[in-house]
């Protein structure tokens, strides 16, 4: 789950990471009144959840609280488009009204999980301001890094170190390791997948400030996190994830291609959406309905993916074990009755039940596309989508 600048930068002041003075605002007039309130020039940056929004238009700086206002009104409202918001852009609700920094160097501090270690790791770089991704591939030697082992957990000679790496001297490095330690702690307590401050400015009076902070946190451990789970804004998520959450279906995501997939179980859904693409096709989704015996997943999925106007084939590929075939044959059955399938269906089904699951769907004479294995299926549904004529 992903938060906003804002949220993420209360979050930071708890964990005692210092932060530029500012507020969030709704209005043309609320930015005007804080920007008032500050009392020097301020910096007006659109609440989307995207990087990218300097260049798209939604950052602008103001030297006097009519400016602020000005540049409110030509934020709100619009739909940025950036780099990771797709070409339908995100409307933009809310607004930062911050402090405008005079800065003497930019820096960059993240924590992440190390995969193949299996546990977090504090990164630095004196490269802060632009893309990580970019420093690691033209200046990979900018880039330092440090695995916190949580038996251990933080402590501030590893802070020292890493301060050191970034050039810091005298007071600067106590509070270097102060907020990286702030960090390091908001990422374990909140089971976050990403705590990241870029830039980590240096001010020209002497302040260490995160002037942007992005934090992700973990699905999967929102329920321990009631706190946490508040700060969702399901207006900045796909409405079909929403909705799809809504109706049960977790594992679903919403992708750029035409090819619905309706699969049981991540590991066969990757190998579905891989095997689409070898045929020449684009999955739409990501589709996971977990290993369970419930028609109304089934009907669900196909809901979902009906609503979907990229969608121009459905590829529904199922090896049941402990899910049982004549259980999603059922579901099939059920979703057609139910809603207004337009688009062509192949069906691919093998494992537990399988005679009886054929035999539900060649009694109901509906216009299914079938297919013996996963490369069958993948080629019948990259045909079907591009409008070709495919035999049942």
């Not at 508040?230 to 291609?257: C, F, K, T």
């Amino acid at each position: 789950m992903k938060v906003h600048e804002f949220q993420a930068k209360e979050l930071l002041q708890k964990y005692g990471v210092p932060v530029p003075r500012g507020q969030v605002a709704e209005s043309p007039e609320e930015v005007e009144a804080i920007a008032r309130q500050l009392g020097r020039p301020v910096v007006v940056k659109a609440q989307i959840h995207a990087g990218g929004r300097g260049k798209a238009g939604g950052i602008r700086l103001a030297s006097t609280p009519e400016e602020a206002r000005e540049a409110a009104g030509q934020i709100l409202g619009r739909r940025l488009v950036t780099h990771q918001t797709g070409p339908e852009g995100k409307l933009v609700r809310r607004l930062l009204v911050e402090e405008a920094l005079q800065v003497q160097q930019e820096l960059y501090v993240a924590v992440i999980l190390d995969n193949a270690q299996a546990m977090p790791l504090i990164m630095v770089s004196d490269a802060g301001g632009i893309d990580i991704e970019e420093v690691a591939a033209t200046s990979p030697e900018r880039i330092h890094r440090l695995v916190v082992d949580p038996a251990i957990g933080f402590q501030p000679f590893m802070g020292r170190y890493l301060a050191s790496k970034l050039g810091l001297r005298g007071e600067t490095v106590k509070e270097a390791v102060q907020a990286m330690a702030g960090l390091y702690r908001l990422f374990v307590e909140k089971d976050c997948s990403l705590v990241e401050v870029n830039p980590w400015v240096i001010t020209t009076d002497g302040r260490l400030l995160a002037a942007d902070a992005k934090v992700n946190f973990d699905d999967n451990a929102l329920f321990r996190h009631p706190d946490v789970a508040a700060l969702r804004d399901p207006a900045e998520e796909d409405p079909l994830e929403v909705e799809a959450q809504s109706l049960g279906i977790s594992n679903y995501v919403r992708l750029s291609g035409n090819i619905g997939c309706v699969v049981n179980g991540a590991g066969l859904a990757m190998a579905t959406m891989d095997a689409i693409k070898m045929a020449g096709g684009e999955p739409a989704n990501f589709l996971d309905i977990g290993t369970v015996n419930n028609v109304e997943r089934v009907v669900n999925s196909f809901r979902i993916l009906t609503s979907d106007e990229r969608v121009k084939a459905i590829l529904i590929n199922i090896f049941g074990g402990m899910a049982r075939v004549d259980v999603i044959a059922e579901g099939i059955v059920r979703a057609f009755k139910e809603l207004e399938v337009r688009v062509p269906v192949v069906v691919r089904l093998a494992g537990t039940n399988l005679a009886e699951g054929e035999r539900i769907l060649s009694q109901s004479g509906l216009p299914i596309i079938r297919a013996g294995d996963l490369g069958e299926a993948a080629f019948k549904a990259v045909a079907a989508a591009q409008g070709e004529r495919t035999p049942s």
